[in-house]
């Protein structure tokens, strides 16, 4: 797949410490228009503070991070909060609302934040939960869905806002086994369709079959970056080898 | 017999029950008013607002009522503004349920998740949007019982009215037992503080009963928090 | 009306209202005391479903919960005598915030007891417990701990509440203001006087039930 040339987000030199602990120790990465991202690495490595610094959800203590071009102040609350209208994020915990239904769900941004009048906004829900196949379940409340159904539901809300860019934070963590081809199904459909994705998995899987390119970090530091073939198989570094193995 | 001193001084006693009544209307709307607007204050952003409202809740909880009644109503005219009992006794209700009731708030607002507001921040709704739409709706159910609880203390509550010559309805049961004592000898008081008793408790126990209620109506939609997902933790 | 504050007649009042204060203390502590017994009766009582006794626990429950403090001390007060149960300003003080306080601590204590989660109590029997023995060992000491924190802020309500006393004529501590301010008008040094004390009392109790939380967490704590 085809990827435009500038950078769409790019981050330079962030750095987050929470308490002693450096969670990013100077990382710099860009993604492209249509570039698929996977971020791999153990726990700890800092990968979610990563993602969470694109979308502002994490202040970074020093770097940069430049959207589209323009650089994006990194305390300035209210630039972020219109950016994320263009950044979608999908949590691990799907994080429903769960006082309002599934179309509920889905329609509050977008209405509330002046995208649509709510009933183009209930017609584009539909569409959505069409898209996730669950058209059946728009009037459910999320404690009547299950883990998997859920998430994708979850991904609806996210994709309603019509984001440039999506953000996965680890999305089949927590669901059960059975559940979680169903939502890694959708996934790879999106990317089919050319939606830019940054996703933080475990599911090497996935990665190997979706990804443009493979980002590894440890200990705060992204220790290799390249496309599949190279992480999955002919690593350049010893600890990236180590850990493919391990979780292969 | 005794029933007919009850009789005798039923229209007394339903006049006394008006006052209860209204006293009682005004200070709930008045006390979950101060609950919300300080209980918001507790959870804002803004650091001196936060203190604002500790400050506050800590001063008009840890003082006993009655001495909080006493101090408005004896302290008011020294400022240069004389209050009448019922103003008075509305003003320290209203003061110390507030006080109460931001601390109900702000429990009902910190059992909804984090994640909840973390969520919709991502989807680029406003601070006060994410309140109205997300954290406020969810945080009746928490918020819903433990209020309950305090709007019928507050109703108990304005039998102290009385101390301060409020002709509400606790205090019309002591003048027929003063009056009546002086007349036939004999005190009626337990019948009489018996009934007074009853009639609070139908009352207290009629509002119980209405947010009970509400309290299954809200759970039916899907007010009740989902399950936590398993296995899940916060990654760095 | 001008007026300034007179420190030194704060001070020329201290002995009366330590006093009143003396008063308050004891007639809470005697009151908490029993009204942690009574708690620890009747929530076992509802826990067990004794009959007869369960239902008695809660209409003596549900009734106190749903009246005024103020009109109970009055009842007792005024209106006992007349089934022969004549008790001092003192004593009917001490039933009545007892009674009160009782009935808050059977649900404090049920609920504590409620959180030892039924599978302990399955355990128990498997391991072949006995009712009693569970009671003492398990579920006392599990329960009791969830219990104590509202125990304790209901203890601090009873201190508090301590001041309707003053209504029936107990020389607690807001009595003694009442009647000093009565003869001497000093409203402003009297209610800042006895506002500092309850403050105090209320702020180091509530700083206590922390701390004692605080010891309580720690076979939870991870640190």
Same mark, same amino acid.
């Given at each position: 797949?085809?990827?435009?040339?500038?950078?769409?987000?790019?981050?330079?030199?962030?750095?987050?410490?929470?308490?002693?602990?450096?969670?990013?120790?100077?990382?710099?990465?860009?993604?492209?228009?249509?570039?698929?991202?996977?971020?791999?690495?153990?726990?700890?490595?800092?990968?979610?503070?990563?993602?969470?610094?694109?979308?502002?959800?994490?202040?970074?203590?020093?770097?940069?991070?430049?959207?589209?071009?323009?650089?994006?102040?990194?305390?300035?609350?209210?630039?972020?909060?219109?950016?994320?209208?263009?950044?979608?994020?999908?949590?691990?915990?799907?994080?429903?609302?769960?006082?309002?239904?599934?179309?509920?769900?889905?329609?509050?941004?977008?209405?509330?934040?002046?995208?649509?009048?709510?009933?183009?906004?209930?017609?584009?829900?539909?569409?959505?939960?069409?898209?996730?196949?669950?058209?059946?379940?728009?009037?459910?409340?999320?404690?009547?869905?299950?883990?998997?159904?859920?998430?994708?539901?979850?991904?609806?809300?996210?994709?309603?806002?019509?984001?440039?860019?999506?953000?996965?934070?680890?999305?089949?963590?927590?669901?059960?086994?059975?559940?979680?081809?169903?939502?890694?199904?959708?996934?790879?459909?999106?990317?089919?369709?050319?939606?830019?994705?940054?996703?933080?998995?475990?599911?090497?899987?996935?990665?190997?079959?979706?990804?443009?390119?493979?980002?590894?970090?440890?200990?705060?530091?992204?220790?290799?970056?390249?496309?599949?073939?190279?992480?999955?198989?002919?690593?350049?570094?010893?600890?990236?080898?180590?850990?493919?193995?391990?979780?292969? | 017999?005794?029933?007919?001193?009850?009789?005798?001084?039923?229209?007394?006693?339903?006049?006394?029950?008006?006052?209860?009544?209204?006293?009682?209307?005004?200070?709930?709307?008045?006390?979950?008013?101060?609950?919300?607007?300080?209980?918001?204050?507790?959870?804002?952003?803004?650091?001196?607002?936060?203190?604002?409202?500790?400050?506050?809740?800590?001063?008009?909880?840890?003082?006993?009522?009655?001495?909080?009644?006493?101090?408005?109503?004896?302290?008011?005219?020294?400022?240069?503004?004389?209050?009448?009992?019922?103003?008075?006794?509305?003003?320290?209700?209203?003061?110390?349920?507030?006080?109460?009731?931001?601390?109900?708030?702000?429990?009902?607002?910190?059992?909804?998740?984090?994640?909840?507001?973390?969520?919709?921040?991502?989807?680029?709704?406003?601070?006060?949007?994410?309140?109205?739409?997300?954290?406020?709706?969810?945080?009746?159910?928490?918020?819903?019982?433990?209020?309950?609880?305090?709007?019928?203390?507050?109703?108990?509550?304005?039998?102290?009215?009385?101390?301060?010559?409020?002709?509400?309805?606790?205090?019309?049961?002591?003048?027929?037992?003063?009056?009546?004592?002086?007349?036939?000898?004999?005190?009626?008081?337990?019948?009489?503080?018996?009934?007074?008793?009853?009639?609070?408790?139908?009352?207290?126990?009629?509002?119980?009963?209405?947010?009970?209620?509400?309290?299954?109506?809200?759970?039916?939609?899907?007010?009740?928090?989902?399950?936590?997902?398993?296995?899940?933790?916060?990654?760095? | 009306?001008?007026?300034?504050?007179? =420190?030194?007649? +704060?001070?020329?009042? /201290? #002995? *009366? !209202?330590?006093?009143? $204060?003396?008063?308050?203390?004891?007639?809470?502590?005697?009151?908490?005391?029993?009204?942690?017994?009574?708690?620890?009766?009747?929530?076992?009582?509802?826990?067990?479903?004794?009959?007869?006794?369960?239902?008695?626990?809660?209409?003596?429950?549900?009734?106190?919960?749903?009246?005024?403090?103020?009109?109970? =001390?009055?009842? +007792?007060?005024?209106? /006992? #005598? *007349? !089934?022969?149960?004549? $008790?001092?300003?003192?004593?009917?003080?001490?039933?009545?915030?007892?009674?009160?306080?009782?009935?808050?601590?059977?649900?404090?204590?049920?609920?504590?007891?409620?959180?030892?989660?039924?599978?302990?109590?399955?355990?128990?029997?498997?391991?072949?417990?006995?009712?009693?023995?569970?009671?003492?060992?398990?579920?006392?000491?599990?329960?009791?701990?969830?219990?104590?924190?509202?125990?304790?802020?209901?203890?601090?309500?009873?201190?508090?509440?301590?001041?309707?006393?003053?209504?029936?004529?107990?020389?607690?501590?807001?009595?003694?203001?009442?009647?000093?301010?009565?003869?001497?008008?000093?409203?402003?040094?009297?209610?800042?006087?006895?506002?500092?004390?309850?403050?105090?009392?209320?702020?180091?109790?509530?700083?206590?039930?922390?701390?004692?939380?605080?010891?309580?967490?720690?076979?939870?704590?991870?640190?």
């Amino acid at each position: 797949m085809q990827s435009s040339q500038t950078p769409l987000i790019e981050a330079q030199n962030l750095v987050k410490a929470f308490g002693r602990t450096r969670a990013l120790d100077d990382v710099s990465c860009a993604i492209s228009t249509g570039e698929r991202l996977v971020v791999i690495g153990p726990s700890g490595s800092g990968k979610s503070t990563l993602i969470r610094c694109l979308n502002g959800l994490v202040k970074p203590d020093a770097g940069k991070i430049t959207f589209d071009g323009q650089r994006v102040e990194p305390t300035s609350e209210g630039h972020w909060r219109r950016l994320r209208q263009r950044v979608g994020m999908v949590f691990q915990d799907y994080t429903l609302f769960p006082h309002l239904t599934a179309i509920e769900n889905i329609t509050l941004a977008p209405v509330r934040a002046g995208l649509m009048p709510k009933p183009q906004a209930e017609l584009a829900a539909r569409r959505l939960l069409e898209r996730v196949q669950l058209a059946e379940k728009a009037t459910s409340y999320p404690a009547f869905l299950s883990g998997g159904q859920q998430q994708r539901v979850a991904i609806a809300r996210a994709l309603a806002m019509r984001p440039q860019v999506l953000l996965f934070d680890e999305p089949t963590s927590a669901l059960d086994p059975e559940m979680i081809k169903e939502v890694l199904d959708l996934m790879v459909s999106l990317a089919r369709d050319g939606m830019t994705m940054i996703v933080v998995t475990h599911e090497m899987g996935f990665a190997h079959a979706v990804a443009d390119r493979v980002l590894f970090m440890e200990a705060g530091r992204i220790v290799e970056a390249g496309p599949p073939d190279q992480i999955f198989g002919n690593q350049n570094d010893v600890r990236t080898r180590e850990f493919v193995r391990r979780i292969a | 017999m005794p029933m007919a001193l009850l009789l005798d001084n039923l229209g007394f006693f339903l006049t006394g029950l008006e006052f209860t009544i209204r006293l009682a209307l005004l200070t709930l709307v008045c006390a979950i008013g101060v609950s919300l607007l300080i209980g918001l204050m507790s959870v804002s952003q803004w650091r001196a607002l936060r203190i604002a409202a500790l400050c506050y809740v800590e001063f008009w909880r840890d003082i006993p009522l009655l001495v909080n009644l006493l101090f408005i109503y004896f302290g008011a005219p020294l400022v240069g503004v004389p209050l009448k009992p019922f103003t008075a006794a509305l003003l320290s209700l209203t003061l110390w349920g507030g006080a109460n009731g931001a601390e109900i708030v702000r429990g009902g607002i910190n059992a909804i998740g984090r994640h909840q507001f973390v969520s919709a921040t991502a989807l680029g709704l406003k601070r006060w949007q994410i309140y109205r739409y997300v954290v406020l709706p969810q945080a009746l159910m928490p918020i819903l019982p433990p209020m309950t609880g305090l709007c019928t203390t507050l109703v108990q509550a304005t039998s102290l009215a009385s101390l301060l010559g409020v002709n509400e309805f606790f205090r019309i049961a002591q003048i027929v037992v003063e009056r009546t004592t002086m007349q036939s000898g004999h005190s009626p008081a337990f019948l009489i503080y018996g009934f007074a008793l009853l009639v609070y408790f139908a009352i207290c126990s009629a509002l119980t009963w209405l947010s009970r209620y509400f309290e299954q109506r809200l759970q039916k939609t899907g007010h009740s928090a989902i399950a936590a997902p398993r296995g899940f933790k916060e990654s760095a | 009306m001008k007026h300034n504050f007179d =420190i030194a007649y +704060i001070i020329a009042s /201290l #002995p *009366a !209202l330590l006093e009143g $204060l003396r008063m308050t203390i004891i007639v809470s502590a005697i009151s908490i005391t029993l009204a942690i017994a009574i708690g620890v009766g009747g929530a076992s009582v509802r826990i067990f479903n004794t009959p007869v006794f369960s239902q008695l626990a809660r209409g003596y429950v549900e009734f106190v919960r749903n009246t005024p403090l103020l009109v109970q =001390i009055f009842f +007792i007060f005024f209106g /006992l #005598p *007349a !089934l022969g149960l004549k $008790l001092s300003v003192f004593w009917s003080g001490a039933v009545a915030l007892t009674v009160w306080g009782g009935a808050y601590n059977i649900e404090n204590i049920r609920g504590g007891f409620l959180s030892v989660s039924k599978g302990m109590r399955e355990a128990a029997e498997a391991l072949g417990i006995d009712r009693l023995r569970y009671l003492w060992l398990i579920a006392l000491p599990l329960g009791l701990r969830v219990a104590i924190p509202s125990v304790l802020n209901t203890s601090i309500s009873v201190l508090k509440n301590s001041a309707y006393l003053q209504a029936i004529g107990l020389a607690e501590l807001t009595f003694v203001a009442m009647d000093k301010l009565s003869l001497d008008f000093r409203t402003l040094e009297m209610f800042a006087a006895i506002g500092c004390i309850y403050l105090g009392l209320v702020l180091s109790l509530s700083w206590a039930v922390r701390r004692a939380e605080w010891v309580l967490q720690r076979p939870f704590r991870t640190e």
